[in-house]
């Protein structure tokens, strides 16, 4: 930890260390809390459990609407990809069809659901009925998708 602390170290040895909430203390408390959470017994299952059906449910969606897209990534946490060939690699994923994904987020946010550009997120306090509106926002996305 010296290597961090210009005053332990010379120049040489001196290790610059930035990031956005780095010794933050209110993000480190956060931080604590959220692992007291994710230790609860069933957190983890019930927090893929529900990214299955969000991830399962998209993609059943996506194949009903003949609309060529995967569904990739861990069920807390995934993405959809509107391209016709098989994801092997990063470089893959650049081949998205930007369009649809943006027309899809927005929506998805017309709806009530709020996604990152590039993820979609399941949280601990998602209940069954985000779960069931998430699904439905899906389906109308996919629907005007289908159509234009």
């Known amino acids: ?75 807390p946490l995934f993405d959809v990809f509107f391209i016709d060939e098989k994801i092997v690699d990063y470089r893959s994923t650049q081949k998205n069809d930007k369009a649809k994904m943006a027309r899809f987020n927005q929506v998805l946010l017309d709806n009530g659901i709020l996604k990152s550009d590039v993820k979609s997120y399941v949280s601990t306090v998602h209940t069954e009925s985000d779960i069931e509106l998430t699904l439905q926002a899906y389906e109308k996305a996919i629907d005007i998708i289908a159509s234009e």
């Open 1 to 75: 930890m010296d290597h961090f602390d210009s005053t332990k170290v010379s120049k040489d040895d001196y290790v610059k260390q930035v990031g956005t909430l780095s010794g933050n203390p209110i993000a480190s408390i956060a931080g604590l809390a959220t692992l007291k959470v994710l230790r609860r017994e069933g957190t983890y299952d019930r927090l893929f459990t529900m990214g299955n059906r969000l991830k399962d449910g998209l993609q059943t969606l996506l194949n009903q609407a003949e609309i060529p897209a995967q569904v990739m990534g861990e069920p």
